[in-house]
């Protein structure tokens, strides 16, 4: 399965400003897709990042909040935008190795959030 | 919506063997179950996957009821580092994964 490496692994950052999270995956993947983990809870998908077009993001996302790139088929960054303390959590980047097989699921190490 | 469910807790004694039920009652037909772990700090680590037939690998082994409407993961030898979240998984829309909360299973020495 593939291998992805996700940065920052970690960051505050004061409320009103942006960050944007990089993915990397080591081989060509056919879906990839972005989740965010509020402390203590399950993983929440945020949206799949479709390569050369506009992600599809899930109910209570939007993209003015969450922008989302993925220029190639390695590669997706997430924007957190105008960031609020509620927005402190741990956002997780995923990818599929191929459409409809079983086990192909892989995900990043996480980046650990904090707004201040 | 979580299309899983598992019980919030367990506890098991180091090297005995951790049994993880989970009800997915829902699950369509040609859906596969997914087990993933998340030790704390970590992202998600895949543990087996099964359709219909019952599985076995080097870290696990699933057992699926006939009627696929639940499933028991396995670990037969439960070690300190197998401290962590357990979730139960199925996809849902053809390829998205729906996490439930998951079982936080504490191995004591």
């Not at chain 1, 990089?22 to 993947?29: F, G, L, P, Y």
């Not at chain 1, 741990?90 to 980046?111: H, N, V």
């Not at chain 2, 019952?54 to 499933?71: G, P």
């Amino acid at each position: 399965s593939a291998v992805i490496s996700q940065k920052p692994s970690r960051d505050i950052c004061q409320r009103g400003t942006s960050l944007t999270i990089q993915c990397q995956v080591d081989s060509q993947v056919t879906m990839m897709f972005w989740y965010r983990q509020q402390p203590g809870q399950s993983l929440t998908l945020i949206a799949t990042a479709n390569q050369g077009s506009e992600a599809t993001y899930e109910s209570g996302f939007v993209i003015d909040k969450f922008p989302i790139s993925r220029p190639n088929l390695t590669f997706s960054t997430l924007t957190v935008s105008n960031m609020s303390p509620e927005d402190s959590s741990i956002y997780l980047c995923s990818a599929l190795s191929q459409r409809g097989a079983a086990y192909g699921y892989t995900f990043g190490s996480g980046t650990r959030l904090t707004v201040v | 919506d979580a299309k899983t469910t598992q019980p919030p807790s367990m506890d098991c004694a180091e090297g005995r063997a951790a049994n993880l039920p989970c009800n997915h009652s829902t699950i369509s037909g040609n859906e596969y179950v997914y087990w993933y772990r998340q030790i704390h700090s970590q992202g998600p680590q895949y543990i087996i996957h099964g359709l219909k037939n019952n599985e076995t690998n080097e870290m696990a082994s699933l057992i699926i009821t006939e009627d696929r409407k639940s499933s028991t993961l396995i670990l037969p030898h439960a070690t300190l580092r197998d401290t962590a979240v357990y979730y139960c998984i199925v996809r849902v829309d053809g390829y998205k994964l729906s996490f439930g909360a998951g079982t936080t299973v504490t191995v004591r020495a």
